[in-house]
């Protein structure tokens, strides 16, 4: 990075919790603008040194690459199984998992939600773009219904598909579950009210108040046939009337560590 002039003040860079490398994902895709929240918050915690990131099988897979921290990669479904264990056996680090809808909310549900039931004390980004994105574009737990996919190419039928799982809403009704919410990285007030979320659920891992999970609802424009802007605009019209953004639970230490920032 260049040096900046002594009269000019810095205001925007790359977190030092990201590296340098060029991403894979599809143009429009929103998955690097949740990466970058989430350097900015493990940064401005000052903890990159002791996070541990924990990534499974799907578009995150090789999220390793470009968060500048210790990282683990686990199978598919099975990040809430390996951060359960790490958390553990090294409590005093920061432990994260970065997962999808089709990882969490499918092949996962068992691990995420026994993970939560018991209080498991690392947090959850929970990556909803109602699709399988790294597969082909199947419909996953969170498609909607009437959405086309390479599976449902009628489009998801709930009477045999089922409905559209509201995962978030399922896990704040375990006790072990300190904060629960859902976000967006769909506009600008979204992004900053999502890195908002991210930064409450660390703090309250970092407090040993409970489990943690931020829901984030993004876009996958390749596989959805759209233009970035058209991905968004569906995204905001369609998929936020069936998943509704906000906190769905904060215990009361939780909401004493928001107000208190």
């Avoid at 940064?43 to 996070?51: A, H, K, N, Q």
């Avoid at 470009?66 to 686990?74: G, K, P, V």
């Avoid at 509201?166 to 904060?179: H, S, W």
């Avoid at 984030?216 to 058209?230: D, F, K, Q, R, Y």
Wanted: aromatic fraction near 6%; glycine fraction near 8%; proline fraction near 6%.
């Amino acid at each position: 990075m260049p040096e900046i002039p002594e009269d000019m003040e810095l205001i925007y860079a790359r977190p030092k919790s990201l590296t340098l490398n060029h991403t894979h994902y599809c143009p429009g895709c929103t998955h690097g603008t949740i990466h970058r929240l989430i350097a900015e918050v493990i940064d401005e915690l000052g903890v990159r040194d002791r996070t541990i990131a924990v990534a499974p099988v799907g578009c995150a897979v090789l999220a390793y690459n470009y968060f500048n921290m210790d990282s683990a990669e686990a199978a598919h479904g099975r990040a809430p199984a390996m951060a359960t264990g790490i958390k553990r056996v090294s409590p005093n680090n920061v432990v994260f998992t970065y997962q999808g809808d089709g990882d969490l909310a499918a092949i996962g549900t068992a691990e995420i939600i026994q993970a939560a039931n018991r209080g498991e004390l690392f947090t959850t980004i929970f990556v909803n773009n109602a699709i399988y994105g790294m597969t082909g574009g199947q419909m996953a737990p969170t498609t909607l219904p009437g959405q086309v996919t390479t599976s449902s190419p009628g489009g998801r039928v709930v009477q045999s598909h089922g409905h559209p799982v509201r995962m978030v809403e399922i896990m704040a009704t375990l006790p072990g579950v300190a904060f629960a919410t859902r976000q967006q990285v769909l506009d600008v007030r979204g992004i900053r009210k999502t890195k908002k979320a991210i930064k409450l659920a660390f703090q309250a891992q970092l407090e040993g108040l409970g489990f943690s999970i931020v829901e984030v609802l993004s876009t996958c424009p390749t596989n959805w046939h759209m233009t970035p802007e058209e991905a968004s605009t569906w995204a905001k019209d369609q998929m936020a009337a069936y998943f509704p953004v906000g906190d769905t639970k904060v215990i009361p230490e939780v909401e004493a560590l928001a107000k208190a920032r």
